[in-house]
């Protein structure tokens, strides 16, 4: 039986051969119009639910294409066979879900991947992926999807975020990291630089200074959370150990917030009034 599965599966894929070639070389009069269209939606529907670079918009429709050509293929062969006509197109969208994937994967909001490897795949050119590290990351990311598209509220933070410190370089890597914690480290810096000031310590500090050193702190600390994510104890002890060369800004600002805690606690602990000391 599964031998002639596979016979029919061959079948199959040899006439989409032919048709595709047919398609290829003079044609678009070849392509019914019922599949054509059916490929334009789908195609369609994919772009209006997920953020696509336009670029990819071709290799979408390519595939979207193929894989409705391929269906009507198993129209013709099963017309009277409802349950094996179905068997073999949902065979079919999962055999085409990666092809598909791999142009929805490379974005920072479209969640079908990991969130990592989705973003260093949509940085390609400013991490300075060579063809080699941009194809490792996405077979992974295509792994990450498969088990998210089981079951999605699987954690693949760990896997996710081990492909991006074992296939980037030190420097990728860096870079990297840099792109996804910019706007966190640009807002903690502003908020610390303002609290500073409006307490009058600013003037006690070179600014440039002070900034670029908050500046390296706040990133290295980012990396060390993002990377120890699911490892609390492991985060706390690299989080204690940069803390030991916390820039001179940030020992300021934690010296305010010491004197609030201190100042919060003073409001809610009740004092005895002179005129009750005996």
């Not at 290829?24 to 059916?38: E, F, H, K, L």
């Not at 409705?68 to 062969?77: I, P």
């Not at 065979?91 to 989705?118: A, M, Q």
Request: charge should be positive.
């Amino acid at each position: 039986m599964r031998k002639k599965k596979k016979n029919l599966w061959l079948c199959l894929l040899c006439c989409f051969s032919l048709s595709t070639q047919a398609v290829v070389s003079q044609t678009t009069t070849v392509i019914p119009a019922a599949v054509s269209q059916r490929a334009a939606e789908e195609a369609m529907a994919v772009r209006l639910t997920y953020d696509m670079q336009r670029e990819a918009i071709p290799t979408l429709e390519y595939f979207t294409l193929q894989k409705e050509m391929l269906k009507a293929k198993v129209d013709s062969m099963f017309r009277d066979n409802l349950a094996e006509r179905m068997k073999w197109k949902v065979s079919i969208d999962r055999t085409y879900r990666d092809s598909i994937n791999t142009v929805i994967i490379p974005s920072l909001i479209n969640n079908v991947s990991g969130k990592n490897v989705s973003s260093a795949l949509y940085w390609k050119e400013a991490l300075l992926l060579d063809t080699a590290q941009y194809s490792t990351l996405m077979e992974k990311a295509l792994e990450l999807a498969r088990h998210l598209h089981a079951n999605p509220h699987t954690d693949v933070w760990d896997e996710d975020i081990k492909a991006i410190t074992s296939i980037l370089d030190e420097k990728q890597q860096r870079r990297y990291f840099h792109f996804k914690n910019a706007i966190n480290v640009s807002n903690d810096m502003r908020k610390a630089w303002r609290r500073l000031a409006d307490a009058g310590l600013t003037e006690q500090l070179d600014s440039v200074t002070a900034m670029s050193q908050a500046f390296d702190y706040y990133h290295e600390l980012y990396r060390i959370k993002d990377i120890c994510r699911n490892h609390g104890r492991q985060q706390r002890k690299y989080i204690a150990e940069l803390d030991r060369h916390k820039p001179q800004m940030l020992k300021m600002l934690d010296a305010l917030d010491k004197q609030a805690r201190m100042d919060e606690d003073e409001k809610k602990t009740p004092t005895v009034g002179k005129e009750f000391v005996w």
